[in-house]
């Protein structure tokens, strides 16, 4: 499975982006699709996932009521909108799929295939 992430950008505080993940290859064995982002000197930290099949979703606590995840099951994409951005959201964010939801969502162990980051600033 190959992931394409593409929607980041520059936007001021309050603003909005949506990022785009698109999955090609073998899909058939995606069960469920997440964001993770990066800040320099930080970890890798879960933001959202949806579950593929029912469109069950998950977001971190910082990012509730502000972002929403969502998927095209037909174009096999899935999006982060994301509003009210906050410098604090300034980070690479990544795509990932995964293939067993029985191990859980939010730690980047348990997926499989990641994108290749797309940057999102927010500034002050």
């Known amino acids: 499975v190959q992931l394409q992430a593409s929607g980041g950008g520059l936007v001021q505080t309050g603003g909005s982006l949506r990022l785009s993940c698109a999955a090609s290859g073998r899909t058939a064995s995606v069960v469920r699709m997440g964001w993770f982002r990066q800040a320099p000197g930080q970890d890798r930290e879960f933001v959202s996932a949806?579950?593929?099949?029912?469109?069950?979703?998950y977001y971190t606590d910082s990012v509730k009521g502000r972002f929403t995840i969502s998927r095209d099951y037909a174009e096999n994409t899935a999006y982060l909108q994301m509003g009210n951005l906050k410098p604090e959201d300034t980070a690479v964010y990544y795509c990932?799929?995964?293939?067993?939801?029985?191990?859980?969502?939010?730690?980047?162990?348990?997926?499989?295939?990641w994108g290749q980051g797309t940057q999102v600033t927010v500034s002050s």
């Open positions: 949806i579950k593929w099949t029912n469109g069950n979703v």
């Open positions: 990932a799929a995964d293939r067993d939801y029985s191990l859980g969502y939010s730690s980047v162990q348990y997926y499989d295939y």
